[in-house]
């Protein structure tokens, strides 16, 4: 990209707020985590209603980030690019390069919202934690948006082919997805070749469809867990934030 439109899609960058420090966005780092703004997603239980919007809100600015980083170089190990969906953001490969030049490891949580992004992207990431929300059929249910099942299935598959550090994730709670759905699920994601599975409950608290705050807390059995760990190298459950 000419310096020209690089300086313009930094310069259109959304921050809708800065983590300078977090040692659970990304397993073994110290992380500072950069929330990018927008997300053309609609997920029921999405709980960053705020950072859904395109229209920058705060006061945070990628120039302040950069200064926080900066102040922060040989105490962090990794800046993540968290969002709303941060492939959304033109600028996001700039602004990975300039934190990958200050040293720092580059991360990213994506929805896999845009295989095309996702691929520009990866050759400046060190880790991603890509979220799997359902079966691909289930997706539109869920995320209200007709083809992001196809596109985030595609984005594993690159992720995948990429090798690269990686975690899976998927959020669950049985009123959402039944628990043979889930089991199928981690099949899925077995037989595709992820090694690196993180199951998180579902806790209703600020979700974008309000009466899933009401939904009691999800619980899976010991012996469902061991079910699971049996199927992944690395396999967690934990309740979401
Ligand atoms: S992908 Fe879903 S959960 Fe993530 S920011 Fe977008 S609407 Fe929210």
Redesign the pocket.
Known sequence: MPLGQINAAIARLRVGGFVPYSSVDCPGELAAVVFLQG?????D?????H??SFKKTGEESWERVLGALQERRGLLDMVIFS???PLAQIGLEEAMAQVRAMDFKVGLHS?G?SPRRLRAVLPVCDWVGL?I?AMAPDYAA??HHAN?GRMAWECLDLLLAAELRYEVRT?WHPQLMPLERLMELAEQLRARGVRYFRLQALRGRGC?RPELDDWPPAHLDAATQAELAAMFDDFSWRYAG
Do not use: I
Request: proline residues 4%; charged residues 15%.
């Open positions: 997300c053309s997603w609609a997920c239980y999405c709980q960053n209603p950072l859904r969002g709303g969906e929805a919202t979220d929300k869920l995320t992001s959020t974008l």
